[in-house]
């Protein structure tokens, strides 16, 4: 039988066969086995407690140009994170992160509950930091690679955003229903980090460097990826800039909700504050649910749609001079921002080779951790002297950068675009330059 003549369903089998990645990097799935169930679960976990760790500032309302260290010493510490990351994979495996990530924070818990004077604050969170970093890094990786990433970063980014919003509301109720001094929060955090610490290094004891080494270096000719070598790559800049403008974006936000809502809406305190509870929880549900809608129709293109969404209802929150259109509008910036940061983990997966992930992944958090020192402080900045209306001009700008950011991405529109983008080896900004080309023909 000819070729020709064969069915259709058989003349499509060659090319189904798995791509070189799939073949070295087979993916795993979250619940293929009971090890790799308790794994996830205790990734989730590790999240929440990032969370509440990170919204740690929201609850003590600290001004953002007066305790400025306080917001630059955790950045420093992802930074710190992002470039020993290759190097903590490489000698201590997985299994070194999952001891040294809830290690980390318990050093900075237990000084925070023995409330030490100010100047301690900063080195104590830049050490929270450089474990809340290492984490970061290594469980996106870790689930970026597997089945289904997108949902699956989805609810562990929704474990993250859950912290975030729990932790203000459980140290508040702690502090006015139960009369307890404000460092009590601190015995809760210490109490799941110490459990955290124990599911972790049950969970990841068997993914030893041995274990690291032997996928990496077996993939690599012999040879271990550096972190020097992943920054020469141009789409780990692009994604950590994304991320950059996105953590930004989101901060400046959360941060600034209540005070636009007071000032500009004048909305009563209690009523303003719900308003940031709404973005948060928008986010929250976001990641999760949109999460089981991205990976369905591409990356590229779904994220595209966010943004645009996003965009407009950054407009709408900008003009319509009216609270609850207002808070209405803010719910739902949250709710189609908040699958941005898991498809940039999944777009980082699919577009660089495994052995750069954890490495690229870590710096991209880390940089994007900076928009949440920078960003904010240019908008505390600007606002002291032009009114804290700048804000949605300010955000606008950011959505319109990030959205930019993503388009230069390669792998087009089409879903399973960034696959053939990495076996096509396309460069950044491939389709806008094909774009220009067609322009050009047709106008000559």
Same mark, same amino acid.
């Given at each position: 039988m000819s070729i020709m003549e064969m069915p259709r369903k058989q003349q499509r089998q060659p090319t189904q066969l798995p791509t070189k990645r799939q073949q070295l990097w087979p993916q795993q799935r979250w619940n293929e086995s009971p090890l790799n169930i308790f794994r996830f679960l205790s990734c989730i976990l590790a999240f929440i407690l990032l969370g509440m760790s990170d919204a740690i500032e929201i609850y003590y309302n600290i001004s953002y140009t007066t305790v400025s260290l306080l917001f630059l010493s955790p950045f420093v510490g992802y930074l710190l994170a992002a470039l020993l990351n290759n190097?903590?994979?490489?000698?201590?495996?997985?299994?070194?992160?999952?001891?040294?990530?809830?290690?980390?924070?318990?050093?900075? &818990?237990?000084? =925070?509950?023995?409330?030490? +004077?100010y100047?301690?604050?900063?080195?104590?969170?830049?050490?929270?930091?450089?474990?809340?970093?290492?984490?970061?890094?290594?469980?996106?990786?870790?689930?970026?690679? =597997?089945h289904r990433a997108n949902e699956l970063l989805g609810l562990l980014h929704g474990a993250y955003g859950l912290g975030a919003t729990i932790s203000p509301l459980i140290a508040t109720s702690m502090i006015t229903k139960g009369n307890l001094p404000w460092y009590t929060f601190f015995y809760l955090l210490i109490a799941l980090d110490a459990l955290c610490l124990i599911l972790m290094t049950t969970a990841f004891w068997r993914a030893t460097a041995q274990v690291h080494r032997a996928q990496h270096l077996s993939a690599n000719n012999g040879k271990r990826t550096t972190t020097r070598h992943v920054l020469k790559e141009p789409i780990t800049w692009l994604l950590a800039l994304f991320l950059l403008g996105?953590?930004?974006?989101e901060? @400046?936000?959360?941060?600034?909700?209540?005070? &636009? =809502?007071?000032?500009?809406?004048?909305?009563? +305190?209690?009523?303003?504050?719900?308003?940031?509870? &709404? &973005?948060?929880?928008?986010?929250?549900?976001?990641?999760?649910?949109?999460g089981f809608i991205t990976g369905r129709i591409g990356e590229?293109?779904?994220?595209?749609?966010?943004?645009?969404?996003?965009?407009?209802?950054?407009?709408?929150?900008?003009?319509?001079?009216?609270?609850?259109? @207002?808070a209405t509008f803010v719910a739902f910036l949250g709710f189609f921002l908040g699958p941005l940061f898991p498809a940039a983990i999944v777009a980082a997966t699919k577009l660089l080779p495994a052995d750069y992930h954890v490495s690229a992944i870590g710096f991209a958090a880390a940089f994007g951790g900076g928009g949440a020192a920078i960003f904010p402080f240019a908008v505390g900045a600007i606002a002291q002297s032009k009114g804290v209306e700048v804000l949605q001009p300010i955000v606008l700008a950011i959505l319109l950068f990030i959205l930019l950011m993503w388009w230069f991405l390669p792998g087009g529109l089409k879903r399973g675009g960034l696959e053939r983008a990495r076996e096509n080896k396309e460069k950044p900004g491939h389709e806008i330059r094909m774009a220009a080309r067609k322009l050009r023909g047709r106008r000559s």
């Open positions: 190097y903590i994979h490489h000698f201590l495996g997985q299994r070194g992160v999952a001891v040294l990530g809830p290690l980390c924070r318990l050093i900075g &818990f237990v000084p =925070m509950a023995c409330h030490p +004077p100047p301690a604050l900063p080195l104590v969170m830049l050490v929270t930091g450089f474990g809340n970093g290492i984490e970061d890094s290594a469980w996106n990786a870790w689930i970026g690679n =597997m996105y953590v930004g974006a901060v @400046s936000l959360g941060g600034w909700i209540v005070t &636009f =809502m007071l000032r500009v809406r004048h909305a009563e +305190p209690f009523i303003a504050g719900l308003s940031a509870t &709404f &973005f948060w929880l928008g986010l929250t549900i976001g990641r999760v649910l949109l590229k293109l779904a994220i595209t749609a966010y943004l645009l969404l996003s965009v407009a209802l950054q407009v709408l929150y900008w003009v319509v001079p009216n609270f609850a259109a @207002s």
